[in-house]
T-cell receptor
Framework: EDQVTQSPEALRLQEGESSSLNCSYT??????LFWYRQDPGKGPEFLFT???AGEEKEKERLKATLTKKESFLHITAPKPEDSATYLC???????????FGKGTHLIIQP | ETGVTQSPTHLIKTRGQQVTLRCSSQ?????VSWYQQALGQGPQFIFQ???????GRGNFPPRFSGLQFPNYSSELNVNALELDDSALYLC????????????FGPGTRLTVL
């Protein structure tokens, strides 16, 4: 059974204070690891797909990295508008749907 | 390019009733997946439709059922509603055979009283 654990559950940062969110996973035959951003009451917004260990992707202040057991979402010099819940999900070789973690609730204070 | 749309936005039902939620997939996508997201939790996979057939299911009882239409739009039906069915229901579309990335709609908030 595929499993995803995200840490921390919540993180409060000052504007400009860089940090990283962690996503640990166990999966049989990784077909993809996905990062989404979710604002309250809204659907998840796609950020990145990573397929193999060593892969990195960047978008504005966000950078996602992948190893064989975990993924990190690095946030550089965050702004208040980066406040949201960040969800990590995996798709395993034997699965049709995504398995999500509970998310990290990120708050960036001005 | 049109994104994933869902209707209605909000819905209130009473225990024992039946509900139908609707989803239009992103332009060009052929696969639709449905998820249930309880408050404070990550989305949980309900099922997936491809070529108008269910081709994958999560740990949900048979009273959760669905349809996919020739234009790739989809419906989620839930019978005999229970209080624990209160959640945000999310639809996601993807292009099978090309990418595993799923794009989500805004969701339907279902409240069961």
């Amino acid at each position: 059974e595929d499993q995803v654990t995200q840490s921390p559950e919540a993180l409060r940062l000052q504007e400009g204070e860089s940090s990283s969110l962690n996503c640990s996973y166990t999966v049989s035959g990784l077909r993809g690891l996905f990062w989404y951003r979710q604002d309250p009451g809204k659907g998840p917004e796609f950020l990145f797909t990573l397929y193999s260990a060593g892969e990195e992707k960047e978008k504005e202040r966000l950078k996602a990295t992948l190893t064989k057991k975990e993924s990190f979402l690095h946030i550089t010099a965050p702004k208040p508008e980066d406040s949201a819940t960040y969800l990590c999900a995996v798709r395993g070789g034997g699965a049709d749907g995504l398995t999500f973690g509970k998310g990290t609730h990120l708050i960036i204070q001005p | 390019e049109t994104g994933v749309t869902q209707s209605p936005t909000h819905l209130i039902k009473t225990r024992g009733q039946q509900v139908t939620l609707r989803c239009s997939s992103q332009s060009g996508h052929n696969t639709v997946s449905w998820y249930q997201q309880a408050l404070g939790q990550g989305p949980q996979f309900i099922f997936q439709y491809y070529r108008e057939e269910e081709n994958g299911r999560g740990n949900f009882p048979p009273r959760f059922s669905g349809l996919q239409f020739p234009n790739y739009s989809s419906e989620l039906n839930v019978n005999a509603l229970e209080l624990d069915d209160s959640a945000l229901y999310l639809c996601a579309s993807s292009l099978s055979g090309v990418t595993d990335t799923q794009y989500f709609g805004p969701g339907t908030r279902l409240t069961v009283l």
